[in-house]
């Protein structure tokens, strides 16, 4: 950053800051700021860091759209219904907008990182005042001057991003779990992805600024690290190698990450994640497909026996290797055999749990291109008998963990109701058992007695 910017951003800053103050003089009380992420784990974190930077300017938060003076929604672009969701929210803020001219709605983050969504947002929702995508965060305070002291709409969707900006720090709502990015962006261009459009090319940030902010997160009592990144082990310090050196690091804690590329993914890491105690034993190794042509029309870059290889690798070392999954059903093209192969797939991987989705046609994308002749309807009957087939799997498959001790980390109070807590074990289960709150948050062991299809139920030992 220039001398000149800094100098720009501090005066940004400043002047935010002293209009804070003055509305709390006048309010009673801090202007509240309403800031909801959609989307991925990463967007979670960059929702993160733009509350650190509303609460170093005077702000506190709430989720209530009637109390906030400003509300900010960091979208994603991923599928058409993501998108959808955000036009409908933000179409139920006009009403609020006429009710309080004063109140600032803003929309950032991979939606907004696109000119389309800018233009549309400028025509017909003329109540948003301000719109910036994934690579404009570092003028934040400058853009939300713009609106807050010059009273102007801020439309920000520039594609320069510069080096990664290690000032920008998370203010963290969780206080167990944590998001750890190591890199952004995307270089592999799947044909069906918006994700490299609105993200850019790979960075990778530097393994020290990693390590050092993990073990500050485990001296403050943060007992679960994600690492995160939309390919993981393309980390261009060596992803291994970061893991080891993370699992070095001394205390009470364990490490997961996604999401991992089967391209990019070989023995070494199914090694890394066995030799390291810290590490969960738990890969989340999407495949989209089942078939070779459509993955390759996926522009994948790795076939389906290629997959099973690295699969197969880890359950003869670890016969209860945890994998979960990304799928997608209805790629241009895709024909009922093919589809047919997806589900053979996850028989034979035996998955602990998928995440399936019906394609989506993204504009920019060159699937966009391609005759998508597959009807909504017929989409939608594929995805259910995908699901149900992965229900009959995860019955059966959970039953391997009966009668063994797992080491739970529980997050909150059960589903099954009053006295009951749910957590994960190191495997990524879901494990329900009965037990006092104040366990929340500490390592615990549970035995467990029965598999149900959505989760584990155990008895604290
Ligand atoms: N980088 C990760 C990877 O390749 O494994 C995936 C990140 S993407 C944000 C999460 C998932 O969304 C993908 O794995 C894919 O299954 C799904 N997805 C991405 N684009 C999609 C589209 N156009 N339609 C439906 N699902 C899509
Ligand atoms: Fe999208 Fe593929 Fe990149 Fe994942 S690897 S974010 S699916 S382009
Ligand atoms: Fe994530 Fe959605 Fe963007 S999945 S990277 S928030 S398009």
């Not at 900010?72 to 409908?88: K, L, M, P």
């Not at 991992?260 to 969960?280: N, Q, V």
């Not at 991987?349 to 391609?370: C, E, H, M, Q």
Request: proline content about 3%.
């Amino acid at each position: 950053m220039t001398a000149s910017t800094t100098e720009k951003t501090v005066s940004a800053e400043e002047l935010l800051l002293g209009k804070a103050l003055e509305y709390e003089r006048y309010e009673g009380h801090k202007p509240l700021a309403l800031v909801h992420s959609y989307g991925c784990q990463q967007n979670v974190s960059d929702g993160e860091k733009l509350k650190a930077m509303l609460l170093r300017i005077g702000f506190d938060f709430t989720d209530k759209p009637d109390d906030a003076a400003l509300i900010i929604f960091n979208t994603c672009a991923v599928r058409e219904n993501a998108e959808d969701r955000v036009f409908g929210n933000l179409g139920q803020l006009k009403k609020l907008k006429e009710k309080r001219p004063e109140l600032i709605i803003g929309i950032c983050g991979c939606m907004a990182q696109q000119k389309h969504v800018a233009e549309k947002v400028k025509e017909s929702y003329r109540y948003v005042d301000l719109v910036f995508g994934t690579f404009a965060y570092g003028a934040f305070y400058e853009m939300l001057w713009e609106v807050a002291g010059e009273h102007k709409r801020v439309f920000n969707q520039s594609d320069r991003y510069g080096d990664i900006n290690e000032e920008l720090v998370q203010l963290r709502d969780d206080k167990i779990k944590a998001f750890v990015p190591i890199m952004y962006g995307c270089n592999n261009f799947c044909t069906y992805c918006i994700v490299p459009y609105v993200r850019g090319r790979e960075r990778s940030r530097k393994p020290e600024n990693v390590i050092n902010e993990v073990g500050g997160l485990v001296r403050d009592g943060y007992k679960e690290i994600m690492l995160l990144g939309q390919n993981v082990n393309s980390y261009s310090y060596g992803f291994t190698s970061l893991l080891r050196q993370i699992n070095e690091i001394e205390g009470d804690f364990r490490v997961r990450f996604m999401s991992s590329h089967p391209k990019d993914a070989g023995f070494e890491l199914i090694d890394t994640i066995l030799e390291c105690d810290k590490i969960c034993k738990h890969l989340h190794l999407p495949v989209q497909a089942g078939s070779d042509r459509i993955l390759k029309a996926m522009n994948r870059r790795y076939t389906v026996e290629k997959y099973l290889e690295i699969i197969d690798y880890a359950r003869k070392k670890a016969p209860d290797f945890s994998f979960t999954t990304d799928l997608i059903v209805g790629f241009p093209g895709e024909s009922y055999e093919e589809f047919c192969m997806t589900k053979e797939l996850i028989k034979k991987v035996k998955y602990d749990n998928i995440y399936s989705f019906v394609y989506s046609r993204r504009s920019g994308t060159p699937a966009a291109k391609l005759p998508d002749d597959i009807s909504d309807k017929q989409k939608g009957l594929w995805l259910r008998e995908l699901i149900l087939e992965q229900r009959e799997v995860t019955t059966q498959w959970l039953g391997r963990f009966v009668g063994r001790t797992l080491r739970i980390l529980p997050t909150g109070e059960g589903r099954k109701g009053e006295g009951w807590l749910t957590g994960k074990s190191d495997e990524d289960m879901i494990v329900e058992f009965q037990g006092d709150k104040s366990l929340i948050g500490k390592f615990v062991s549970v035995e467990i007695v029965k598999a149900m299809n959505w989760a584990l139920e155990g008895k604290l030992i």
